[in-house]
């Protein structure tokens, strides 16, 4: 089926307020870094020195605009901002865990849960819920909102009150959030189908493991097999072997794509990068924890592990800038970037927020439940997913 040249322009209702909830203390840790974790020649900030959660400027992100937001999964947003002490600002409970990745459009949360299509507002406010026997996260395009759904098909939808406009035929039961390519936007299933909007045949996978990531052409995903597989339409590019099945997405540099793998039986995980136009091998490094959450790439790719570590690698060698043991809980999330800090959960139900420069960190604040989903950032407040079904969102006095 071919696909429209675009979707019904869509608009946002306005938010209304809710009340924000008391929170419980953050960890009273501040700046803690261990020397002896730095590359040679890096030096930690002065103890006392704080981070905030930025306001990002900006409209809604647009998957087909602006691929670097969203599609290359590099997860990281711009902004300046205050920084002090984290509290817990809202609370929401949703019918089951929150375990599909959240999507942001700087100003407003969408959340899919046990199908249903949430937009949340950066203070809690509930502006939609509609089902839609969604199994994907949702993507934002220049002409509005899509979400997979569970035979398969991709939806695009109206903000506004959740109708469906559009709809693409896809097999299985849609999973990863949709990614743009050239003229269009593809998805996979669970069957291992990639699907595009431009034509009726895909592309079989065998098998998908994580999220798919894209430079607006071409699509990389990881499969249970272990292989990292580059597309362009829904024609197979390149393949590169990996040590074992991958874990979140991977993650697209200027001229390389990153990956993570999990242990197999004795073969540790570890990270890899591959040529992102002949998918060559360059380096890779096997860790002594298995990755966790997904990788994030801003200056050094932040590696989280199994057990509670984040490593900060050098995109170019491989090489360690500095590692940082936040607890003994694994870390569960891909790392969120802003303004020098990265924000990472864990499974013991604790956000952390670490500088940059030498993996010092700045705060932790317990949830009360593992984090399985997010972070996210709009309007100044962190959103997380936990594995009680809670939606929480975080905001730091100023």
């Known amino acids: 089926m071919a696909a429209p040249r675009s979707l019904l322009a869509l608009c946002l209702p306005a938010l209304s307020l809710l009340g924000l909830s008391c929170a419980p203390h953050p960890s009273a840790v501040r700046r803690s870094v261990d020397p002896a974790t730095l590359a040679p020649g890096a030096s930690g900030a002065a103890a006392g020195s704080s981070a905030a959660l930025p306001s990002p400027a900006g409209g809604p992100t647009s998957v087909s605009a602006d691929p670097a937001g969203l599609a290359l999964r590099r997860r990281v947003v711009a902004g300046p901002g205050v920084r002090s002490d984290p509290i817990i600002a809202w609370r929401l409970r949703l019918p089951v865990p929150v375990t599909i990745p959240l999507c942001s459009d700087q100003d407003t949360f969408w959340v899919v849960s046990a199908g249903a299509v949430h937009h949340i507002g950066a203070d809690g406010s509930r502006a939609l819920d509609v089902d839609l026997d969604a199994t994907a996260p949702v993507t934002l395009t220049a002409e509005g909102p899509v979400v997979g759904v569970a035979d398969g098909s991709l939806l695009a939808f109206s903000s506004g009150n959740g109708k469906v406009v559009l709809a693409w035929r896809g097999s299985g039961r849609a999973r990863g959030g949709a990614v743009p390519i050239e003229g269009g936007m593809a998805w996979m299933s669970s069957d291992g189908s990639l699907h595009s909007t431009l034509q ?156 940059l420069d030498d993996g010092g960190e700045a705060w932790s604040l317990p949830l009360g439940a593992p984090v399985t989903s997010g972070p996210e950032l709009a309007g100044g407040t962190l959103a997380l997913g936990l594995a009680n079904g809670d939606l929480v969102g975080v905001e730091e006095r100023r």
């Open 200 to 355: 009726d045949d895909a592309l079989q996978l065998l098998t998908v493991a994580g999220q798919p990531a894209s430079d607006g052409v071409h699509v990389f995903v990881h499969t249970l097999e272990g292989d990292l597989v580059a597309t362009q339409g829904i024609a197979e590019r390149w393949r590169a072997r990996v040590r074992g099945p991958g874990i979140g997405a991977p993650v697209v540099g200027d001229s390389r794509v990153y990956d993570a793998w999990d242990a197999v039986g004795s073969t540790p995980g570890g990270v890899q990068a591959v040529d992102r136009e002949t998918g060559r091998l360059l380096w890779e490094r096997q860790l002594a924890a298995a990755p966790r959450g997904g990788l994030a790439l801003d200056g050094s790719l932040l590696v989280p592990t199994a057990d509670g570590t984040l490593l900060a690698l050098d995109p170019a060698t491989g090489e360690q800038h500095w590692s940082s043991r936040l607890g003994a809980d694994p870390l569960s999330t891909a790392p969120l970037v802003a303004a020098g800090s990265a924000w990472v959960g864990d499974a013991g139900g604790v956000l952390h927020r670490v500088d």
